[in-house]
Nanobody
Framework: QLQLVESGGGLVQPGGSLRLSCAAS????????IGWFRQAPGKEREGLSC????????YYADSVKGRFTISRDNAKNTVYLQVSSLKPDDIAVYYC??????????????????WGQGTQVTVSS
């Protein structure tokens, strides 16, 4: 059974950092484009970043460029999203998703086939 599990969310002060993890079971993450999305209450799901299977190329939305970093550890079958300089606008449930290996930099959520359950990020002093 293909499964993605996110972890690493939590409560952080403004300006703080977290490392979100996306662990896969039942398939090899390196065979897929992996994307990170988030959804805040009352807002549409937003694509943040993705990493390609083919060449490891990455994409970042303007809203997170320079603050978030995506990476992949094939030995652990895990993709990470380092989120830094957090601000209240970053409060959301963060999801990882797997899509076709050449999908990145496309961040249309309907094109991603497998989704995790999400991890909550809250920014507050």
């Amino acid at each position: 059974q293909l499964q993605l599990v996110e972890s690493g969310g939590g409560l952080v002060q403004p300006g703080g950092s977290l490392r979100l993890s996306c662990a896969a079971s039942g398939f090899t993450l390196d065979d897929y484009t992996i994307g990170w999305f988030r959804q805040a209450p009352g807002k549409e799901r937003e694509g943040l970043s993705c990493i390609s299977s083919n060449d490891g190329g990455t994409y970042y939305a303007d809203s997170v460029k320079g603050r978030f970093t995506i990476s992949r550890d094939n030995a652990k079958n895990t993709v990470y999203l380092q989120v830094s300089s957090l601000k209240p606008d970053d409060i959301a449930v963060y999801y990882c998703a797997a899509g076709p290996r050449e999908l990145c930099p496309i961040m249309v959520f309907r094109l991603y086939d497998y989704w995790g359950q999400g991890t909550q990020v809250t920014v507050s002093s």
